[in-house]
Nanobody, 121 residues
Framework: QVQLVESGGGLVQAGTSLRLSCAASGRTTDVMGWFRQFPGKEREIVAFISAGSKAVTYYANWIQGRFTISRDNAKNTVYLQMNSLRPEDTAVYYC???????????????WGQGTQVTVSS
């Protein structure tokens, strides 16, 4: 079992940056993903990063180079650096851990509690 705790969300102005962190306890060899959820909508992939020294990363198309996912295995922490934030990025962001490289929320078995990101125009 993996326990995940997100932090770093908040209210920011458009064009600025935030860095989300996800501290993991338990297994550290999982694929780690960031998802976001709009009210009344399904969770959607933001990015994921695989385990290992040659980690594979994936980003949703709409990111357009603005976000970067990374992991510090020594700290058991995954980060999502979000730059050039837009009002449409406003959502609850979730960290998740899974055993398979996938962009589907159903493939991730462990989830954090979520952190609100609000971007004002």
């Amino acid at each position: 079992q993996v326990q995940l705790v997100e932090s770093g969300g908040g209210l920011v102005q458009a064009g600025t940056s935030l860095r989300l962190s996800c501290a993991a306890s338990g297994r550290t060899t999982d694929v780690m993903g960031w998802f976001r959820q709009f009210p009344g909508k399904e969770r959607e992939i933001v990015a994921f990063i695989s385990a290992g020294s040659k980690a594979v990363t994936y980003y949703a198309n709409w990111i357009q180079g603005r976000f970067t996912i990374s992991r510090d295995n020594a700290k058991n922490t995954v980060y999502l650096q979000m730059n050039s934030l837009r009002p449409e990025d406003t959502a609850v962001y979730y960290c998740a851990a899974g055993r398979t490289i996938s962009s589907r929320p159903g493939e991730y078995s462990n989830w954090g509690q979520g952190t609100q990101v609000t971007v004002s125009s």
